[in-house]
């Protein structure tokens, strides 16, 4: 059974609704930043959360260097084996 959805008018963006949205997020970002800067406990909580969310980032980052290696590894090894096997002369 599927499910069909149907997109309904009231559903529908146009670009100019997308544009004041993107207007309005750049205001906000922009008051946030100037009471960020302004306001010493503020400036501290930012730099916290910018602290931790580099570090997260470099976990992140960190777990997905681990696993592209063994990735590589395991697919060379395959690829190893996959030659080893065609140059081994055929008996008929």
């Known amino acids: 059974m599927q ?3 149907s997109v309904d008018s009231r559903d529908s963006v146009s670009i100019a609704d997308v544009q004041r949205a ?4 750049v205001i906000a970002v922009q008051q946030a930043v100037k009471k ?3 306001n010493p406990e503020l400036k501290v909580a930012a730099l916290k959360l910018a602290t931790n ?3 997260a980032a470099q976990v992140v980052v960190a777990q997905q260097a681990l696993t592209l290696q063994a990735t590589l590894e395991s697919l060379a ?3 190893a084996a996959a030659t080893v096997q065609q140059t081994k002369p055929k008996t008929h």
């Open 36 to 38: 960020v800067t302004e």
């Open 77 to 79: 090894k395959e690829v």
């Open 53 to 55: 969310a580099v570090i």
């Open 22 to 25: 993107a207007d309005d997020l």
């Open 3 to 5: 499910k069909t959805t």
